[in-house]
């Protein structure tokens, strides 16, 4: 029996450490903050039981609707896009030979720039006398507000959002393409599979276990937009690129209704594990 539990033991106090911060800094913060969304926390310290009088308010509160549905938007321009940033640049990076570590750090080096500093530079790009209308001008073509028009900030700041994250994503996509045998696209080259066909019948399916990964780690990152949004728009214009995490900070930091703010994130809490259960069960099953 002793030799049965020593490896168990072993193992665990390996990973005991990370465990440990774990529940310091995620397990117990969520309790708390499940706790505090049943009550009306103040700045002051002070708070009353209120049961779930904050759920009811959030249901009836057309703020919260407005910011869900200007995060679903955002997610569905930006989980796509960033998808096939990062899957096309894995795939140019697989394929070149000549310098491929210093095209690798030039790709990845917008993933490591401050938000804050890539926000400034983009606004910048958007603004009318800006690159983008520059350019624009040059065409004979009337300047756009990126920024001041509702229908195009969110994609927009998805733009921006992906040219930040893709690099990550694209290192993940390019070790999953670097573990797939060589000798599987070799034989399908012999047996006269053009480069769609080896891509479509091999290289795809054998990535799905990265893709999936990818795609739960964007969709995430997606519903936690903040910084980007919090540069460039402050949440405008006609609060058409206020989401949830921003209204999160407006609850919580501008009218410090702590106890409310909690009960945003757990609402967002849940949405998120939703979303990535129903993305395990109809496309990742299989791979994880």
Same mark, same amino acid.
């Given at each position: 029996?002793?030799d ?5 033991i072993t ?22 903050a ?6 009306n926390w103040n ?13 009811t ?11 869900l ?6 997610t ?9 940033v ?26 490591v ?11 910048w ?14 065409l ?10 509702a ?12 040219w ?5 994503s ?7 393409l ?13 047996? *006269?599979?053009?480069? !769609?066909q080896?891509?479509?019948?091999? @290289? ?5 276990? #990265? +893709?999936?990964? %990818? ?6 990152s997606?519903f936690?937009?903040?910084d ?7 949440g ?15 609850? *919580?930091f501008?009218? !410090?209704e702590f106890?409310?703010?909690? @009960?945003?994130g757990?609402?967002?809490? #849940? +949405?998120?594990? %939703? ?9 990742g099953k299989e791979?994880?």
């Amino acid at each position: 029996m002793r030799d049965r539990l020593r490896d168990p033991i072993t193992g665990l106090l390996f990973v005991l450490p990370m465990l440990v911060l774990f529940l310091i800094f995620r397990i117990f913060p969520t309790l708390g903050a499940a706790g505090m969304s049943l009550t009306n926390w103040n700045i002051g310290g002070e708070w009353d039981f209120i049961g779930v009088d904050n759920y009811t308010r959030l249901v009836n509160d057309p703020n919260f609707w407005s910011s869900l549905q200007a995060t679903l938007v955002y997610t569905l321009i930006y989980v796509p896009l960033v998808m096939a940033v990062s899957l096309a640049t894995a795939l140019l990076l697989n394929s070149i030979v000549f310098m491929r570590g210093l095209f690798r750090g030039i790709l990845f080096l917008p993933y490591v720039t401050s938000f804050v500093f890539a926000g400034l530079i983009w606004r910048w790009i958007y603004e009318f006398d800006g690159l983008i209308n520059g350019l624009l001008a040059k065409l004979d073509l009337g300047p756009v507000g990126f920024m001041e028009r509702a229908e195009l900030v969110l994609p927009a700041l998805a733009v921006v959002s992906c040219w930040k994250g893709f690099g990550y994503s694209m290192l993940i996509l390019l070790a999953g393409l670097k573990a797939i045998p060589g000798s599987y696209l070799e034989a399908a080259k012999v047996d *006269g599979a053009g480069p !769609w066909q080896r891509f479509r019948g091999i @290289t795809l399916p054998l990535l799905k276990p #990265a +893709i999936f990964f %990818v795609l739960v780690i964007e969709t995430i990152s997606s519903f936690q937009v903040f910084d980007t949004i919090y540069v460039m728009t402050g949440g405008g214009p006609a609060k058409a690129s206020y989401t949830l995490i921003y209204g999160i900070f407006e609850r *919580g930091f501008r009218f !410090w209704e702590f106890g409310y703010a909690a @009960t945003w994130g757990m609402v967002l809490f #849940a +949405i998120v594990l %939703v979303v990535s259960l129903i993305q395990r069960r109809f496309i990742g099953k299989e791979n994880t």
